[in-house]
Nanobody, 113 residues
Framework: VQLQASGGGLVQAGGSLRLSCATS????????VGWYRRAPGKDREVVAR???????TYGDDVKGRFTISRDDAKSAIYLQMNNLKPQDTAVYYC????????WGQGTLVTVSS
């Protein structure tokens, strides 16, 4: 199983970014998929998750601003991030849980004020 995250970058506060996670070797429709982040000096935290029934959950800090989605045909996971804030600055990791847990390598998002 391989996960490759991309789409991070530098954006001004209020801007948007879309993260992508290309996967292989796993059937996303049978998995719990998610995005996590680790900000400087902080523990890793969950950003968003989606279960096989398309039920989504979000961290309190991103509710209403971020949207997780999944494209089973492309074996990809996405995170649309709108109205970004400086406190969203972190390394973002995609995650797949199916019998075992798998992680992408992380993509850095920096939000300037």
């Amino acid at each position: 199983v391989q996960l490759q995250a991309s789409g991070g970058g530098l954006v001004q506060a209020g801007g948007s970014l879309r993260l992508s996670c290309a996967t292989s070797g796993v059937i996303l429709s049978q998995s719990i998929v998610g995005w996590y982040r680790r900000a400087p000096g902080k523990d890793r935290e969950v950003v968003a998750r989606m279960n096989p029934n398309d039920i989504t959950t979000y961290g309190d800090d991103v509710k209403g601003r971020f949207t997780i989605s999944r494209d089973d045909a492309k074996s990809a996971i996405y995170l649309q991030m709108n109205n970004l804030k400086p406190q969203d600055t972190a390394v973002y990791y995609c995650n797949v849980l199916h019998l075992m847990e798998f992680w992408g390598q992380g993509t850095l998002v920096t939000v300037s004020s």
